[in-house]
């Protein structure tokens, strides 16, 4: 069993450039959150969504947008990347109900130069 | 909107001792999730202890412990015969039962580091 998994694991823009990140589970999971970690900052929420096709914002959803075609795959995508985007960022999914255990990506190491 | 703070951002213990991190929390909810996760250099998360908010009795896994007051919004993590691969970042996250988002609000993190 795989979990969360999350596409690729590092990378380096330049400024304008575009991207997606992916974040595979294979959980059944309902829920899927995007995440980004910065430095004495803890995780903030970017996008997350529930079920199929239901995506919303969170706390910090400018320059990032996000698709769930199929319940088990969530993408992030950055636009025209700024350095602003330098971040860890790390996806989650969770089955509805209760105290359940989010289980987390390994995340992904970006860098805007 | 609910807020989580760790007022140490950093903390060491010897080896063999006990240390508590701090975890403090805003909301006018009354009934919620708390949770400790641990993030060890390898950057993965991993959840360490959960509370449910309506459940009196503190949380206990293994050497983990959690010091609940649901007056005083503190949930404190006391880590017993700490061991060298307890030294990680620690993070306390609350989450709330109302509403269908369900996601999980961090604290800013301790970094606890252990001395052999």
């Known amino acids: 069993n795989a979990g969360v998994t999350q596409t690729p694991k590092f990378r380096v823009l330049k400024t304008g450039q575009s991207m997606t990140l992916l974040c595979a589970q294979d959980?059944?999971?309902?829920?899927m959150y995007w995440y980004r970690q910065d430095p004495g900052m803890g995780l903030r929420l970017i996008h997350y969504?529930?079920?199929?096709?239901?995506?919303a914002k969170g706390e910090v959803p400018d320059g990032y947008n996000v698709s769930k075609k199929k319940k088990q795959n969530f993408l992030l995508g950055l636009e025209s990347a700024a350095p602003s985007q330098t971040s860890v960022y790390f996806c989650?999914?969770?089955?509805?109900?209760?105290?359940?255990?989010?289980?987390f990506g390994q995340g992904t190491r970006l860098t805007v130069v | 909107a609910q807020t989580v703070t760790q007022s140490q951002p950093e903390m060491s213990v010897q080896e063999a001792e006990t240390v508590t991190l701090s975890c403090t929390y805003d909301t006018s909810e009354s009934d919620y999730y708390l949770f400790w996760y641990k993030q060890p250099p390898s950057r993965q998360m991993i959840l360490v202890i959960r509370q449910e908010a309506y459940k009196q009795q503190n949380a206990t896994e293994n050497r983990f412990s959690v010091n609940f007051q649901k007056a005083a919004k503190s949930f404190s993590l006391k880590i017993s015969d700490s061991q060298l691969g307890d030294a990680a970042m620690y993070f306390c996250a609350y989450r709330s039962m109302e509403g269908s988002q369900g996601n999980l609000i961090f604290g800013k993190g301790t970094k606890l580091s252990v001395k052999p």
């Open positions: 989650a999914s969770r089955v509805q109900g209760g105290s359940t255990e989010a289980f």
């Open positions: 959980m059944n999971h309902e829920y």
């Open positions: 969504s529930v079920g199929e096709g239901t995506t």
